[in-house]
């Protein structure tokens, strides 16, 4: 009986959680431009969306800026993460404090913070502030994710390689870096999956012609309700599911062999 009202339970949760994506991807087929009645089953909001040039430049560049900011965030990170793991017990803690700040702050403090730096540094704004942004506030998350790997790799491994003739480099590449790999994988895409995800951040550190998916749909949100905005958060929502499907797939492949 327990188990009964604990999976009850579960799927209320569940439920609770999944019904407005559910919703949403329901009635981006709708006909209609109303959310609260069916006309329909169509695919016009697609099309609609498809050929809204705005749109599509906003998709390009939210992928542009969550691609690259992933791509350096997950260098940075990852050797930052190494090299606090050689640090002792005390810097150690006092480094991981000073990075788990920008975690726990609201993301307005940081956005906010990020636009006075840029201002004073007189910098342009648009693609490269937008571009550092998202880096710095992507960067800790990977710190976050790697460092348990790196405490879970028997410590003696590295020198052993060291011992037997590998270089610092080839240690990094040919020992560390195997070993930490899901760690690597699973920041990689958690910072992407923020980048696409920020609205504040990117609304702050922005320049004129440059917006992405969220700021794009805060605008279209403000201007009254646009079905179009329907079907790019189901493509949004698809694209971010076959991400997170993928690398679990290639997991269970290597568990299996």
Request: charged share 10%.
């Amino acid at each position: 009986m327990s188990k009964f009202w604990t999976r009850l339970y579960m799927g209320l949760v569940f439920a609770f959680l999944y019904a407005p994506i559910l919703v949403l991807l329901v009635f981006s087929f709708n006909e209609g431009k109303t959310r609260g009645s069916w006309d329909g089953f169509s695919l016009v909001w697609y099309q609609t969306l498809l050929q809204d040039e705005e749109v599509l430049s906003a998709v390009g560049n939210t992928f542009f800026v969550a691609i690259v900011s992933t791509l350096v965030s997950t260098v940075i990170g990852t050797l930052g993460a190494i090299g606090i793991a050689q640090f002792r017990k005390a810097p150690q803690q006092r480094i991981l404090v000073l990075n788990q700040i920008p975690v726990v702050n609201p993301d307005i403090i940081m956005a906010v913070g990020l636009m006075v730096l840029f201002r004073t540094l007189q910098l342009d704004f648009g693609m490269l502030t937008l571009l550092l942004a998202h880096i710095a506030f992507t960067v800790p998350y990977v710190v976050l994710s790697v460092l348990p790997k790196l405490k879970q790799m028997p410590q003696a491994l590295p020198e052993a390689a060291m011992d037997l003739g590998a270089t610092p480099a080839q240690t990094l590449w040919r020992v560390i870096i195997p070993q930490i790999r899901p760690g690597i994988v699973s920041g990689a895409l958690i910072a992407f999956t923020l980048s696409i995800d920020d609205f504040v951040i990117s609304f702050f550190t922005t320049g004129n012609g440059i917006e992405t998916v969220s700021t794009i749909v805060y605008s279209m949100a403000r201007r009254g309700i646009n079905p179009e905005i329907n079907a790019l958060s189901t493509l949004m929502f698809l694209v971010m599911l076959i991400l997170l499907i993928i690398p679990n797939l290639f997991q269970k492949k290597e568990e299996v062999q």
